[in-house]
Each structure stands twice: as structure tokens, then as C-alpha cells.
Nanobody, 129 residues
């Protein structure tokens, strides 16, 4: 069983930055993909960014491309989401997720919530002046 714990959320002014962390433990494999999703009040959970653990290929939602960067640290078993130029519309609970589904990983980085098997508890990001 894979366990994921997010941290780094908080309150920030528009234009500010935050760095989210997701520490993984338990049964993990090099074939896994890691993803960040977010969910705002009254909206569906949406894909933000993802990365293949071994290959390092990445994928981003159009709304965050150029502002967010996903990366991973092999030694610390941790994936990061560096967020800059934050906007009020970025306000949401951010979730870390992982998957080892052969079908989902066949063509790259999965982007659908149902393609991911394990989820963290979420961390709140609020962008407001």
C-alpha cells in the first residue's frame, strides 16, 4: 500500500509563490506516475501536473503551464510542485496521487482522476489579498 502525505499549503497574496511537497512511503515502483490535482468549492477535481517517476516526462494543465513546475527527488522519495505568479483562481485543495496502472501508463502521464490508485489527504492553498 502506497502512502502519500502533502505539505506546504497556506495563504498567499496574488503574485506570490508556494512550494508543495508530497512524501511517498510504502510499496512504490519505478514504473509509477505521480500527479497533482486540485479541487475548488463547487467544482470537480481537476488535473494540474504529473510526472513519470523513472523517465521524468511531465505534463501540465493549460491553466498552469509556465507558472507551475513538477519535479521529484529520488533520495527523499518526494515529489514537488513549485507554484509562482499565483492567482485567486488557483485557490483549492491540492491533492497528490500515484498510479501503477499498466493501461494508464502505456502512453505517458495519466490526467484523469479514475486513472490514479492512491491519494493523499490534501493541502489547502488560498490566494487572496
Amino acid at each position: 500500500q502506497v502512502q502519500l502525505v502533502e505539505s506546504g499549503g497556506g495563504l498567499v497574496q496574488p503574485g506570490g509563490s508556494l512550494r508543495l511537497s508530497c512524501a511517498a512511503s510504502g510499496r512504490t515502483f519505478s514504473g509509477y506516475a505521480m500527479g497533482w490535482f486540485r479541487q475548488a468549492p463547487g467544482k470537480e477535481r481537476e488535473f494540474v501536473a504529473g510526472i513519470r517517476w523513472s523517465g521524468g516526462s511531465t505534463r501540465y494543465a493549460d491553466s498552469v503551464t509556465g507558472r507551475f513546475t513538477i519535479s521529484r527527488d529520488f533520495a527523499k522519495n518526494t515529489v514537488y510542485l513549485q507554484m509562482i505568479s499565483l492567482k485567486p483562481e488557483d485557490t483549492a485543495v491540492y491533492y497528490c496521487a500515484s498510479t501503477n496502472s499498466r493501461a494508464a501508463l502505456r502512453v505517458g502521464v495519466p490526467i484523469m482522476t479514475y486513472e490514479y490508485d492512491y491519494w493523499g489527504q490534501g493541502t489547502q492553498v488560498t490566494v487572496s489579498s
